[in-house]
């Protein structure tokens, strides 16, 4: 259903700031360093590491709700994940499973973010207070949307 700008819905600067998250998100994206130190993601793996980066020993049910993708599609994504070395699956009590990354996740994580980390002092420069700033509202952008449904972050 859509949202008309006068219902008191999301408005026009809203639907622009929203585009602009996204925009600078494909942008960012399109500066991932490549070569043998960067192991390549699709799009649904990386929203899945990022999830299980965020909350490690997720049951891959709770993975898929926090993604809002498809269980099937989670599935298919921790066994390429797994065979890539990305994160490691352990049996709970019971019939659960625990998806936790693994230190190659990590690695590559660390070299993500000292990649970007240069990009954006390139392009920032020394304006450390806007950076947190940033950082501190896209943190609770993204605690919000990952959010359980089940009972909250």
Same mark, same amino acid.
């Given at each position: 259903?859509a949202?008309?700008?006068?219902?008191?819905g999301?408005?026009?600067?809203?639907c622009?700031? @929203?585009h602009?998250?996204?925009?600078?998100g494909?942008?960012? *994206?399109?500066?991932?360093?490549?070569?043998?130190q960067?192991?390549?993601?699709?799009e649904?793996? *990386?929203?899945v590491? *990022?999830v299980?980066?965020l909350?490690p020993?997720? $049951?891959?049910?709770?993975i898929?709700?926090?993604? *809002?993708? @498809?269980r099937?599609?989670?599935?298919? $994504?921790?066994?390429?994940?797994?065979g890539?070395?990305?994160?490691?699956?352990?049996?709970?009590?019971?019939?659960?499973?625990a998806?936790?990354?693994?230190? !190659?996740?990590?690695?590559n994580? !660390?070299?993500l973010?000292?990649?970007?980390? @240069?990009?954006?002092a390139?392009?920032?420069?020394?304006?450390?207070?806007t950076?947190?700033?940033?950082?501190h509202?896209?943190?609770?952008?993204e605690?919000?949307?990952?959010?359980?449904d @089940?009972?909250?972050?």
């Amino acid at each position: 259903m859509a949202v008309r700008a006068d219902s008191g819905g999301i408005g026009t600067h809203e639907c622009r700031d @929203q585009h602009l998250i996204l925009n600078v998100g494909r942008l960012v *994206r399109a500066r991932t360093p490549e070569g043998p130190q960067v192991v390549p993601l699709t799009e649904t793996e *990386r929203q899945v590491m *990022r999830v299980v980066d965020l909350y490690p020993g997720a $049951a891959p049910s709770e993975i898929a709700r926090r993604t *809002r993708l @498809q269980r099937t599609n989670v599935s298919t $994504a921790l066994r390429s994940l797994e065979g890539k070395g990305m994160v490691s699956r352990a049996a709970t009590n019971g019939r659960s499973i625990a998806v936790r990354p693994t230190e !190659r996740a990590a690695a590559n994580l !660390r070299v993500l973010r000292a990649a970007w980390a @240069q990009e954006l002092a390139v392009i920032l420069g020394d304006d450390l207070d806007t950076v947190r700033k940033c950082t501190h509202l896209l943190s609770h952008l993204e605690q919000r949307l990952t959010a359980d449904d @089940q009972g909250g972050p």
